[in-house]
């Protein structure tokens, strides 16, 4: 999984402690997201932990991932970011087929 691959590079598994991002959004006075554009699972996990409601989580569009970016979103996907039920089976399939550009490309 990409996290465990970061972790054991890095030390940790992101530098930039989303557990501070809410409070920003509670600075706000914000307490609902009716919908929340973000796959990541760090994001929505320190929103919802911290109180603020997430109505609905919105994926990111099929259109709008460019085609050399499969490999990196087909990953994080399959390591915990957001993916709608309908998709799952498809993202699971994905990440067994998807294979990444060589260095010399």
């Known amino acids: 999984h990409t996290h465990t691959h970061t972790h054991s590079v890095a030390g940790v598994e992101d530098m930039r402690f989303q557990e501070l991002m809410p409070d920003a959004l ?11 554009i ?4 760090m994001k929505y996990n320190a929103i919802t932990e911290s109180g603020i409601k997430v ?3 919105v994926a ?3 259109d709008l991932i460019p085609s050399d970016a499969h490999v ?5 996907m399959y390591a915990g970011y957001f993916v709608p ?10 990440f067994k087929s998807t294979v990444g550009r060589q260095l010399d490309e």
């Open 26 to 36: 509670h600075w706000l006075g914000i307490t609902k997201i009716d919908h929340l």
């Open 38 to 41: 973000s796959m990541s699972d």
């Open 55 to 57: 109505l609905e989580r």
């Open 60 to 62: 990111i569009p099929d």
């Open 72 to 76: 990196e979103i087909d990953a994080k």
């Open 85 to 94: 039920e309908d998709k799952k089976e498809q993202v699971e399939a994905n």
